[in-house]
């Protein structure tokens, strides 16, 4: 392994420290300074040649804007480079004709910029920044005798159509305007418009404006503009956000639809369990988010899945995780369990069309509940509710309870630094309670130095997560936690929240879609069900299991466990598993 430091630019002061990088970098070899001035910008420029990297600058910087990585010996050669210092990625994931891969891997490790290679927006320079511009022909050369060379070469000749589908569908608004139906029939190529509003269950939005939409709308509607289109590659990135079990189970179909009519698809997911549906092979990516990515080898989706999980490549030699992220199957817990924290009685909320009705219940100390059911069905209302940002229409919670509170939708009506806004709002901060269980773990100390406007949609998460946890509370309310977060942070927030819980003696009230999430944190779960839009009922928090069965059967699925990993997997409709648990009413299945 080479150790090499790599200079964040964003971070660096130069004129604050006064360069105490150069200062004590004590590394000259073959008569040369590792660290010397940039003359464009007056930053520091590491030499990666002659770094040997000891960590000296990387203690001695105030700004923590020098990082030491380790990279692999045998990444020799990057597809792409964006400067010295900079982002490289090492390798390219396969296009597959009449298959969906899927990208599983950290924010910043490379997704981006491979699709806009594959897309043709970007030539890859192969690693040479300093030179103006690669050609396309030089490419196909470079992946002569493989399939992606073929690609490329139809890439060049126009002959392939890219369609993409992007992650920030909350965005579209500002850059579509019109009425929905009229926008999809404007870019139906495939005379699919029915199938595919009856599929994504379009039609109550059909009549509505674009800037009228949910993010769970917008994504459908932007899902089903993709499908829509006829072309070659269709590319979705994160197109399970903002949408409920069914919903995700709903797009796995029309997605994998494209794959059986020959097309190439490929898919970037955070939600391992829609990920194992929809995809047929895998590739990860590893390295270190912002510094270096590097794409797997093709692996079969349930091998690559769980490879993920246990942190080891097999094939490639390479630990990418040092430990394997554990599920555990849940034991019923009993009514009699615990101590209770407080109780509700039955609650009622009406709104001009919609009507919630929750049964009452129990919440003990120690433990994590959590809340899900379809979209529009009342669980924000709920979390509102018992947190007090609105209240009931009739019943009440026993107890008068600390309450903290972190909303589905983020926004602050902060203009500042993060660092600044972590001062006035958390509790906690700048405590070594703090950085180690909740700062460190979330990469909060990565963020400090940006301005609250110019975080993206999972650094925003991670501080709204952070401050909630810094605050102390009885009872902790999250509203879709995992939005915009990758796999390794949605984990990383379950088992946070989890020590902070039982250290403070409190308890955790969780909505969230993500199954997997779920499985790795609840306690005790609610359903939510009924009509969306209109009327919706919860029951009373019970175990995992019934809650989850009673879920499940509404919408007619089962999920397995891994055998390996002890994860939750959605079985295939009408496989011999899924015909098999739906006789024995085992829709999540619990036992070993």
């Known amino acids: ?88 990625l090492f390798g390219l994931p396969n296009v597959n004709e009449g298959y969906v891969v899927g990208i599983l891997g950290q924010n910043g490790i490379g997704k981006s910029t491979i699709m806009r290679i594959l897309s043709g927006e970007l030539i890859p320079n192969l690693g040479d920044w300093e030179r103006q511009q690669n050609s396309w022909e030089e490419i196909i050369d470079y992946y002569k005798g493989t399939q992606l060379q073929k690609y490329f070469k139809n890439l060049l000749k126009s002959e392939i159509k890219v369609i993409h589908k992007p992650q920030m569908v909350d ?24 199938d595919v509003v009856e599929d994504l269950q ?8 674009i800037g009228n939409l949910s993010g769970g709308e917008l994504q459908r509607v932007a899902i089903g503009a993709s499908v829509l289109r006829d072309g070659d590659f269709y590319y979705f990135d994160e197109p399970s956000s903002w949408l409920d079990v069914s919903q995700r189970l709903n797009i796995v179909k029309v997605i994998r639809s494209l794959a059986e009519e020959g097309k190439s698809v490929m898919v970037i997911e955070h939600d391992l369990a829609t990920l194992d549906a929809i995809s047929d092979h895998v590739h990860i990516i ?19 899945i769980n490879a993920y999980i246990n942190g080891f490549l097999k094939e490639e030699n390479v630990r990418i995780r040092k430990q394997a992220i554990e599920f555990k199957v849940h034991v019923p817990k009993t009514s009699d369990e615990g101590e209770i924290l407080t109780s509700y009685s039955d609650i009622k909320k009406n709104y001009e069309g919609f009507a919630l009705f929750v049964k009452g219940g129990e919440l003990y100390h120690d433990e994590i509940v959590t809340a899900f059911g379809s979209n529009g069905i009342g ?21 008068k309870l600390e309450i903290v509170y972190k909303p589905q939708y983020l926004s602050y009506d902060f203009n500042g630094r993060v660092e600044d806004f972590l001062y006035m709002n958390a509790p906690k901060y700048d ?50 936690p995992t939005a ?58 019970t175990d995992l299991k019934t809650s989850m069965n009673r879920f499940l059967k509404d919408l007619k699925i089962t999920f397995r466990r891994d055998k390996e990993t002890k994860r939750p997997r959605v079985n295939k409709f009408n496989s011999y598993l899924d015909r098999q648990q739906k006789q024995n009413q085992q829709y999540y299945y619990l036992e070993h």
């Not at 002061?13 to 008569?31: A, L």
């Not at 910087?61 to 964006?82: G, Q, S």
């Not at 309670?433 to 975080?455: A, C, Q, T, V, Y």
């Not at 401050?467 to 309310?477: A, F």
């Open 484 to 541: 915009f977060l990758d796999v390794e942070q949605r984990l990383t927030v379950g088992k946070i929240i989890k020590k902070i819980v039982e250290r403070n003696n409190a308890t955790a009230l969780i909505i969230d879609h993500d199954i997997v999430f779920i499985d790795y944190v609840t306690n005790r779960a609610m359903v939510f069900y009924g009509t969306p839009g209109l009327k919706g009922i919860a029951t009373k928090p």
């Open 379 to 399: 669980k924000t209302t709920f979390a509102k509710v018992i947190s007090k940002v609105e209240k009931e229409d009739s019943g009440r919670v026993e107890k």
């Open 171 to 194: 965005q579209l608004s500002k850059f579509v305007k019109g009425n929905i139906s009229q926008l999809l029939k404007s870019v139906d190529e495939v005379n699919k418009f029915d």
């Open 431 to 480: 405590t070594n309670i703090f950085m180690s269980e909740i700062g460190r773990p979330l990469s909060i100390e990565d963020i400090l130095d940006k301005n609250l406007d110019e975080l993206s949609g999972g650094e925003l998460q991670r501080l709204a997560i952070a401050v909630s946890l810094s605050q102390n509370g009885e009872l902790y309310v999250f509203d879709e």
């Open 286 to 304: 590893y390295g270190k988010p912002g510094a270096y990515g590097v794409v797997s080898q093709m692996k079969g989706v349930r091998v690559g």
């Open 1 to 88: 392994m080479t150790r090499i430091a790599i200079l964040d630019e964003d971070r660096c002061q130069p004129k604050k420290c006064k360069y105490v990088c150069i200062e004590y970098c004590p590394g000259v070899r073959m008569d040369e300074d590792t660290i010397v001035i940039n003359e464009k910008n007056k930053k520091p420029l590491i030499s990666e040649e002659l770094c040997t990297g000891c960590g000296i600058c990387t203690n001695r910087c105030p700004f923590k804007a020098i990082n030491i990585i380790n990279l692999p010996e045998a990444l020799d050669n990057p597809i792409h480079r964006y400067g010295q210092n900079k982002f490289e």
């Open 202 to 209: 379009l039609e109550n939005v059909l009549n509505r404006d």
